[in-house]
């Protein structure tokens, strides 16, 4: 005697109807445009200084190691001011940069100092590839201890560019 033979078909049709409506429900909570703030990390409102003003964001705080790693993967679009904030404890060398695996949209990366000037900012593009070693990575080309992403072209946009500041706290951003 087989095991269907042993069960009797009302209670297997339930158990496969279960491991369905539970499928389901498993892919309606991971669904979504991807514009969302990830889940649980702190969003900062600040702004980046120019010689001419100011501009605003909203940025989500990348402060750990697996935040950092994740970074914006997944995302199928990002609000126009808004963007995410990658810390350091310490300093990073020149050598180190960011990669695209995973990024379904363009991004800018700019890298800031230990007193928030930018030092450089580099257009980085979706890799297509599914497997991560074939996606070319972005250093730096200057040392930092945090980076910010934005929409690819954010930053010439608001005419943002190296010697700039970021600034967090609405009120930091205040004209003089």
């Known amino acids: 005697m087989d095991f269907q033979n ?38 900062a409102e600040g702004c980046f200084v120019t010689d001419t003003g100011t501009v605003s964001v909203s940025l989500e705080l990348a402060t750990r190691q697996p935040e950092r790693s994740k970074g914006l993967m997944g995302r199928e679009s990002l609000a126009a001011s808004s963007g995410m904030l990658f810390k350091y404890q310490q300093q990073q060398t020149a050598e180190h940069g960011f990669w695209m695996y995973q990024t379904l949209i363009p991004l800018d990366i700019a890298y800031l100092d230990e ?62």
């Open 6 to 43: 042993r069960i009797p078909v009302a209670y297997l049709m339930r158990y496969q109807c279960a491991l369905l409506c539970f499928a389901t429900l498993l892919a309606g909570c991971s669904s979504g445009t991807g514009a969302e703030p990830s889940a649980g990390l702190p969003v």
């Open 115 to 176: 007193n928030d000037a930018i030092g450089n900012i580099l257009q980085m593009v979706p890799c297509a590839s599914s497997n991560g070693t074939r996606c070319p990575s972005y250093p730096a080309g200057v040392k930092f201890i945090s980076a910010v992403e934005m929409n690819a072209g954010f930053f010439e946009a608001n005419g943002i560019g190296p010697g700039d500041h970021l600034r967090l706290g609405k009120e930091n951003c205040k004209a003089p």
